[in-house]
């Protein structure tokens, strides 16, 4: 993995505030998206570095992948923490890694014992924002410790919403280890959805009884949490108690639609939103309408390999 160029910096001049504001609304094709960040051309100039990787299908290939692309993807796991070892000692060990999952803790916990080589990488990770980023960890020798300050929320009554989204048709509620103090969680009948009518008939629902809350739907599942909280919002809280030096580079990678809350939030931060080969052409599409060019990569490679492509590509910009 190369050497990251500390305090280099491509740009002979930084074009003035009103410059980049003029950029972005240029750019921007979303009204709500002016985030001066996300329009700042990328150079490598940082001290510290946040990666930050979804687990299903990014890090490790899903158990109904062939048997070929598991061997494969696995394999890709090591690679990517001898990287990562590269990279901390390059960074002054300003380097922090962990996963943003759909997963519960107790289900990342269960596939590190099932699966040894997840195992191993989750032992390196820093931090881990569960449950879609309702909930949030600092990972330690000694276990994980909830940070207990997120989600900030005063009201939430998952009671309530469980017992009252059923009712809507071609949703069913999920078990007991789908839900968490801060989401709640459905399946979704059918195969081909259409994300965006989905969120929108459930947000609609959502109103009319109500309550107000973030939607997130992916691969059939349907998850509902407090306002603004989602795998980005998640992401952003852990990284203020990383105990980092400076503000970090942050490279977020996912590969379907639950994810893209964090790759926005990587890409509005300055990061990276990062891709793997095998990302759903669902996800790839939404990258492609609004995550700006230099803010986003589309690996080659699959899994963690097209993560270990990302980070790569990123520290040689
Ligand atoms: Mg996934």
Known sequence: MATHKSHFSIFATVPSLGEYTAMC??????????????????????????????????LVPVSDRSPEERAMGLAALSDLLIGLEEIRIGFNEQVRFGSVTGRSLASHQEYEMQEPAFGTVANAMDFSVTSVGSEA??????????????PNVARWDAFALREGLPMLPGITLQGEEGQGDYKVSFMVEGK??????????VSQHLISIGVTASVIFSGGYLDILPPDVDKGAGLLHVIGKLGLLHEPFIVGAGDSMNDKHLLQAASRAGGLALLP??????????AQRTIPPHRRYMAKRPFAAGVREGVDWALNQ
């Open 277 to 286: 080969g095998n990302a759903h052409p669902a996800l790839v599409s939404w």
């Open 192 to 201: 081909d959805h259409d994300h965006e009518a989905i969120i929108a008939w």
């Open 25 to 58: 609304k240029s750019l921007c094709i979303h009204n709500h998206c002016s985030d001066i960040y996300n329009y700042l051309p990328m150079s490598f100039n940082y001290e510290s570095l946040v990666l930050a990787c979804d687990i299903d299908d990014t």
């Open 137 to 150: 960890y600092i990972r330690s020798p000694e276990g994980p410790q909830r940070i207990t300050d997120w």
